[in-house]
């Protein structure tokens, strides 16, 4: 832009305040529940009582006047969820195969006549499966293979095996799922709490059998996601429209919180198995790990959950012998699905524990042992994938043991009730393998009269999206911050950019509308963007995703490079024990996070300590308690999470190795810091001499715990 773009001060890398800030605090925002539409009716689902059996009749068990009634007979279109496998019903029809699984959907303009309304559902009880590894039904198993396995025990000296389980994690959102549908133009229009507005369209384009430009959906103000509004407002979505559909008025349905507990998705719960050889002097010869994951009762997005949970199943280190076989199955549970980390926070906490053991064995300095085992540039990861010049595990390693004093402090802890744990994790940013090629994500960027507006599918969740992806914007483009508006996630506005997961939205989507931004400034050359205008009308830039190496990987045999490349983290964490009561309380955490370039200090920060304090609900609190196949504690009574009464001082360490191929050196943040607290809660309640080994860390599992000898107090 010429002239105009030397007076303009750098935005990226600046702490700018965010775009949706103002209106959030003040009360401006408007979130799906503020939403009202002109003779709205209010939705509800009758659910199964049991996990697993036949229906046998459904009988409405009141005045029906004023009601509109939908089951499966209503379903215009086929009646299914379409995500990776066509196997789960929009609703049941002649079986049941997990609690609170959607039946029969009403609706009515009194919202206490709906909530009163009884429905009776008489069941043919089947026996159901809870223990996954009792699952008769494989959703899908990966397998790694690096090296000879064999050939990598032969050289070892000491072997080391160990069992790890977690346990479900809900996702506690501020904001429960909702959505409004309004019917119109012969189509219907969705509002809602999500992450991924075409993600929704494709699946009510399937249930409603509509054509994509008669199913609209508009992202509403949405209060967090955390990847429990990736796949589930599918389903939301499609049974407001079918009642929407049915009854010819706009539809808004919003789960109360023990609904949306109890109904949607958890984060996978899995058991981990894991035999390491490893030299007298430290170097790892051998990994052999076998992970189940329970997918509960269906496969909504557990075949790519368990994709990245085994590439990171052999957390940052270098081994020239792997062997990873993974395989998610079928339960009677309602199902699991993405969760902040996605898959990776369970294989690297067991890998994370496992180190710490490899240690005491070997009777090592556990830091010595990740320095020599550490990822560096140049090494082949599980797949074979050769990292880059990025690659920083040794740098957060040795930035959080400085900064901690990390030997020294664990010496003077001996013997008190404090300890003091580390692990060291990565996380691969963006779609694994092909999977960014295949959705051939796209961006566009408008021409306006102060600057430009940023068009995208991109959601703003709470993780400062609409705020960097501008700061990209007009750094790129020579223009004031404020000159460049992003507009909202629109399926009748916005180009498809791709869901918003995966840690991908600035390092994908930023770099989309940096080119974008590119052709833009070239174009306008030394005009204004009004002078443009005026004289050439409308201008909009579009680019389309292009991969940007010859990265490839092969999705039988998973070899090859499956991510562009990974952000690293360590993380060291000091907790206390009471003796009396058996808590574990966390007394500090020190997150150092190499996450490329830090595009806004201040959010980045954000979504560190965020991470971090859902890592350590997940490490100590999170307890889901399943009892027949439900989950019995669905209320934030007695499901708990870390308040700010319960979250440490979380010390923030932002390191920048710069990705050559992310905007202005970006990679992902948004998962990472999700990795590593529950392994550093886990070591440091070792360094105490607990041997726990399964997640949560309740006082229970800590009482239960063998005790290690000669260790911690």
């Known amino acids: 832009m010429g002239n105009h773009s030397r007076s303009v001060m750098p935005v990226v890398g600046r702490s700018l305040p965010r775009r949706d800030g103002t209106d959030k605090v003040t009360g401006a925002a408007k979130y799906i ?28 068990l009141f005045d029906t006047t004023g009601f509109t009634i939908v089951d499966h007979h209503d379903v215009p279109g086929r009646n299914i969820v379409a995500l990776i496998a066509d196997d789960q019903p929009c609703l049941a029809e002649r079986v049941v195969r997990h609690f609170a699984e959607p039946i029969v959907l009403i609706a009515h303009e009194d919202r206490e006549r709906l909530l009163t309304a009884e429905v009776d559902v008489e069941y043919e009880a089947s026996e159901p499966v809870f223990d996954p590894l009792e699952s008769p039904k494989v959703f899908k198993a990966i397998g790694i293979n690096k090296g000879s396995i064999d050939a990598g025990f032969a050289r070892a000296d000491e072997i080391v095996e160990g069992e790890y389980r977690v346990g479900h ?21 969705v509002y809602g709490s999500l992450q991924c507005p075409y993600y929704v369209q494709k699946a009510l384009g399937v249930v409603l059998g509509l054509p994509a430009e008669k199913t609209r959906v508009v992202q509403a103000e949405t209060g967090g996601g955390f ?20 009854s010819g008025r706009p539809v808004k349905m919003i789960y109360d919180r023990a609904e949306d507990m109890v109904a949607t998705t958890k984060r996978h719960p899995g058991i981990i198995r894991t035999r390491t050889g490893v030299t007298r002097d430290g170097r790892l010869t051998a990994i052999d ?4 994951l329970d997918g509960g009762a269906y496969m909504t997005l557990s075949h790519v959950v368990l994709s990245r949970g085994v590439i990171h199943a052999t957390g940052p280190y270098r081994c020239d012998n792997v062997r990873v ?88 802890l001996r013997g008190t009730n404090r300890g003091l744990g580390l692990a060291l994790f990565f996380h691969g940013a963006g779609f694994t393998g092909a999977g960014e090629v295949k959705l051939a994500s796209k961006a566009s960027l408008e021409l306006t009269e102060q600057g430009a507006r940023v068009l995208v599918a991109s959601t703003e969740i709470g993780q400062g999206a609409r705020t960097v ?49 590119v052709e833009m400034k070239q174009t306008l050359g030394r005009l204004s963007p009004r002078e443009y205008l005026r004289r050439h ?31 690293w983290g360590c993380d060291v964490a000091e907790v206390e024990f009471d003796p009396v009561t058996w808590e574990v309380r966390p007394i500090h955490v020190t997150a150092v996070q190499e996450i490329g370039k830090a595009l806004n200090p201040m959010l980045v920060a954000g979504q560190i300590e965020g991470g971090t304090a859902q890592g350590l609900g997940y490490a100590l609190l999170e307890d889901v ?89």
């Open 33 to 60: 529940d503020d939403l009202v539409f002109p003779g709205m009716i209010h939705g509800r689902t009758i659910r199964s009582t049991i996990p697993c059996g036949r229906i046998r009749s459904v009988n409405l």
């Open 169 to 189: 994690q809900e996702h506690a959102y501020i904001e429960t799922n909702g959505v409004i549908a309004v019917p119109e133009h012969g189509g219907v229009t």
């Open 227 to 246: 990847g429990g509004k990736e796949e589930y407002p599918s389903i939301i979505a499609a049974h407001a429209c079918l009642l929407a559909m049915k």
């Open 289 to 292: 790990t076998d992970v189940v």
């Open 325 to 412: 076989n993974g395989r998610v199955v079928m339960t009677n549970t309602p199902p699991n699905g993405a969760f902040r980390g996605f898959g990776a926070p369970q294989t690297q906490f067991a890998a994370e524990v496992h180190m710490e053991r490899i240690a005491e064995r070997l009777g090592m300095d556990p830091v010595k042992l990740r320095e020599i085992n550490a990822l560096r540039a140049g090494d082949t990861t599980a797949t074979g994938q050769v990292l880059g010049r990025d690659t920083s595990a040794l740098k957060v390693l040795r930035e959080a043991v400085e900064r901690t004093d990390f030997r020294r402090r664990r010496r003077e």
């Open 469 to 517: 992806l501008a700061q990209i914007v007009a750094e790129t483009l020579g223009v004031p911050y404020e000159a460049v508006e992003v507009a909202r996630a629109d399926t009748a506005r916005v180009p498809d950019s791709g869901p918003t997961v995966a840690s991908r939205t600035s390092m994908v989507v930023g770099g989309l509308l940096q080119r974008c931004a």
């Open 537 to 567: 009308g409308p201008l909009v830039v579009t680019k389309e995703y292009e991969a940007p190496t010859a990265a490839v990987f092969d999705e039988e045999t998973y070899r090859g490079d499956a991510y562009g490349t990974y952000a």
């Open 625 to 713: 308690v399943m009892r027949d196949g439900r989950m019995a504690n669905a209320q934030l009574t007695n499901y708990i999470v870390p308040t700010t009464m319960d979250t440490p001082t979380i010390d923030v360490v932002i390191v920048e190795k710069a990705y050559r191929h992310g905007p202005f050196g970006a990679k992902g943040v948004g998962e990472l810091p999700f990795d590593g607290a529950a392994p550093a809660i886990a070591n440091a309640v070792r360094h105490l001499g607990f041997d726990v080994r399964a997640l949560p860390l309740t006082p229970e599992r800590v009482m239960d715990a063998p005790q290690i000898a000669g260790a911690g107090r």
